[in-house]
């Protein structure tokens, strides 16, 4: 049976697999708009099991606090869709796991939800890796459609991972 995900989407995963084993990184997912995609899309690649350690769907706020310990206050401060949340979210996906690395994607899929400030589309990732710096980026993908922003949403976290990884 072939993947549900797109070919070229599976064959890059499969690329960071061979990576991160190279490398012997274990990696953990928190995710909230893509609700467990990234880690879905990893374990469609056989030996994904050598590489990842856990994923965490973190899609309300309450989860995201009580599961991979984001401040609430920060959740009030800034909004659940925001830099700050993404990396508060990778961060504590790397403190509640054996992963060396973490991606955090959180944002609106759409069609509803959005605001003039947090439109459709507008999705916040960051990737954290052990003693390193963590990275975020912030994706303004339009109102493409859930499933669009879902997926181009695994393609942008798979790219930081696949980066923060580094040959």
Same mark, same amino acid.
């Given at each position: 049976?072939?993947?549900?995900?797109?070919?070229?989407?599976?064959?890059?995963?499969?690329?960071?697999?061979?990576?991160?084993?190279?490398?012997?990184? /274990?990696?953990?997912? *928190?995710?909230?708009?893509?609700?467990?995609? =990234? &880690?879905?899309?990893? %374990?469609? !690649?056989? #030996?994904?099991?050598?590489?990842?350690?856990?994923?965490?769907?973190?899609?309300?706020?309450?989860?995201?606090?009580?599961?991979?310990?984001?401040?609430?206050?920060?959740?009030?401060?800034?909004?659940?869709?925001?830099?700050?949340?993404?990396?508060? /979210?990778?961060?504590? *996906?790397?403190?509640?796991?054996?992963?060396? =690395? &973490?991606?955090?994607? %959180?944002? !609106?899929? #759409?069609?509803?939800?959005?605001?003039?400030?947090?439109?459709?589309?507008?999705?916040?990732?960051?990737?954290?890796?052990?003693?390193?710096?963590?990275?975020?980026?912030?994706?303004?993908?339009?109102?493409?459609?859930?499933?669009?922003?879902?997926?181009?949403?695994?393609? *942008?976290?798979?790219?930081?991972?696949?980066? =923060? &990884?580094?040959?």
């Amino acid at each position: 049976m072939s993947s549900v995900f797109p070919e070229d989407l599976t064959s890059r995963a499969t690329s960071l697999i061979n990576l991160l084993r190279s490398k012997q990184l /274990m990696l953990a997912t *928190a995710e909230s708009c893509t609700g467990g995609l =990234i &880690a879905g899309l990893m %374990t469609s !690649v056989s #030996g994904s099991s050598d590489v990842l350690d856990c994923g965490f769907v973190t899609y309300s706020n309450a989860a995201k606090t009580r599961l991979i310990g984001v401040p609430s206050e920060l959740i009030a401060e800034h909004g659940a869709v925001s830099t700050e949340v993404a990396r508060a /979210m990778a961060q504590g *996906a790397l403190a509640h796991s054996s992963a060396d =690395i &973490a991606v955090a994607v %959180t944002g !609106v899929a #759409g069609p509803g939800g959005g605001t003039a400030t947090k439109p459709v589309g507008l999705v916040h990732c960051a990737v954290a890796r052990r003693e390193r710096p963590t990275r975020t980026r912030v994706l303004l993908l339009g109102d493409i459609g859930r499933e669009r922003v879902r997926l181009e949403t695994v393609r *942008a976290a798979v790219e930081m991972v696949y980066e =923060i &990884a580094g040959p």
